[in-house]
């Protein structure tokens, strides 16, 4: 009986099933990692805005405080951004014909808003409060990341259901006191766990109840 397959057929064979089995491995892989890359979340990618806004230069060089431009960030759900007036308060004195700020001063004349694009957000089905998270000292760069780092600005974090999860299963860890929350690259005095163990009772957090799908699913 003549010889049906040559020589090569087991080694081609076994090529083969060896080169399904890395790829299904590597699609494993990817399916895995492609959810929390930068590309999927966002993280670390600047986003284009009608305004170069530098928070480096306004908040790290400047000195300028959260709450000047997010000025709902202590009273309400939504930090909110900076009205045209706001940035006019400086700009109609400093860099007054500046190119790059031509569509603030087109918006003041217009009376039509800058159209600001959401660096950070959270799906619709979220509920998410700032002022809670300020009052329970829970800083700004918890979340943000170090803004006044930024030429411009990036999502820091993934925001992920996860991610929130573990702060809000533990969030010792991320607690400072109320009235530090605004300060950039703030440094923990020696006793901070201590500090971070009274305000727990302190703040009246409730880690226990905080994972319940209602707190943010309403």
Known sequence: ??????????????????AICAALLLA??????????????????????PVPFSHKHHVGQ???????????????????????????????????????????????????????????????FVYFNHSIHIAKGVACETCHGEVDDMPLTARAHSLSMGWCLDCHRNPQPNLRPPQDVFLMHWKPPDDIAQIRRSLISLLDIHPETMTDCYVCHR
């Open 1 to 18: 009986m003549p010889q049906v397959f040559s020589k090569s057929a087991n080694g081609v064979a076994r090529f083969v099933i060896w």
């Open 62 to 124: 400047l000195g300028l405080d959260c709450r000047y431009c997010h000025n709902g960030v202590e009273t309400s759900s939504s930090a909110g951004l900076p009205a045209t007036e706001v940035c006019m308060t400086c700009h109609s004195q400093l860099f007054t014909n500046a190119d790059m700020l031509a569509p603030v001063r087109a918006s003041l004349a217009s009376g039509h808003p800058l159209e600001w694009q959401r660096v950070n957000s959270v799906p619709d």
């Open 28 to 49: 494993i892989v990817i399916g895995i990692a492609m959810p929390r890359s930068g590309f999927v979340t966002g993280v670390g990618q600047a986003v284009a805005q």
